[in-house]
């Protein structure tokens, strides 16, 4: 049997954005140990990265062509669309964006 090697697509990487409800907190999260400070808080961010298994890529092909996700949650608990300005978190995900190309 012969096999054609497929050509895996480059990861797309998704970037979540907003205050508490979005926030990843395990981690590196404000250099604060999760289980020991922070638990059971959590944002949906942070439950997001399973989602973006091939079965359900394969359901978004119309809106991201690739055959992998990479989730950057870069959002933060208390912030606002202001704040976020403010402290250069937007400008450091659109840098990071600008630098990849569209799905």
């Known amino acids: 049997m012969a096999f054609v090697p497929s ?3 480059k990861p797309v990487t998704v970037y979540l954005i907003g205050d ?6 395990t981690g590196n999260y404000d250099e604060k140990d999760y ?28 809106l991201i062509k690739a055959d992998s996700v990479i989730v950057a949650d870069k959002a933060r608990g208390g912030r606002s669309t202001r ?3 403010e402290e250069g978190r937007w400008a450091e995900v ?5 630098k990849t190309t569209w799905c």
């Open 35 to 62: 289980m020991t400070t922070r638990y059971p808080i959590a944002g949906w961010g942070q439950v997001f990265q399973p989602f973006m298994r091939p079965d359900s890529l394969n359901k978004l092909r119309h």
């Open 20 to 25: 508490s409800t979005v926030a990843d907190y």
């Open 7 to 9: 050509k895996k697509k």
């Open 94 to 98: 659109y840098r990071r964006y600008r």
């Open 83 to 85: 704040t976020f300005f």
